[in-house]
């Protein structure tokens, strides 16, 4: 199983950035997929979470309304569309699976909010 993110970066604030997951190793059509993330002092938490057909989404209360978690199943991929980005969404973010009972997670991808 490997899970590996892109796509942070630096990001004025009200900007936007999308991060993406690539999955392999296992099968990723029958998995749910989630976003976490954590700042600097912090404990990670869940910013976002996705069913495995894509069908429901649940979402961090910071984050309702400006962050949007999405799959493409075929290339095994999942996506999170950040906009009205704030300071305090500075992170490093992970994608997480629970796969065949052992938990997974990506290398992270740092995001920075800053002007």
């Known amino acids: 199983v490997q899970l590996v993110e892109s796509g942070g970066g630096l990001v004025q604030p009200g900007g936007s950035l999308r991060l993406s997951c690539s999955a392999s190793?296992?099968?990723?059509?029958?998995?749910?997929m989630n976003w976490y993330r954590q700042a600097p002092g912090k404990e990670r938490g869940l910013v976002a979470r996705?069913?495995?057909?894509?069908?429901?989404?649940n979402y961090a209360d910071s984050v309702k309304g400006r962050f949007t978690i999405s799959r493409d199943n075929v290339k095994k991929m999942v996506y999170l569309q950040m906009n009205s980005l704030k300071p305090e969404d500075t992170a490093v973010y992970y994608c997480y699976g629970r796969i065949l009972g052992f938990e997974h997670w990506g290398q992270g991808t740092q995001v920075t909010v800053s002007s």
């Open positions: 996705i069913t495995s057909a894509g069908g429901s989404t």
């Open positions: 190793g296992f099968t990723f059509s029958n998995y749910a």
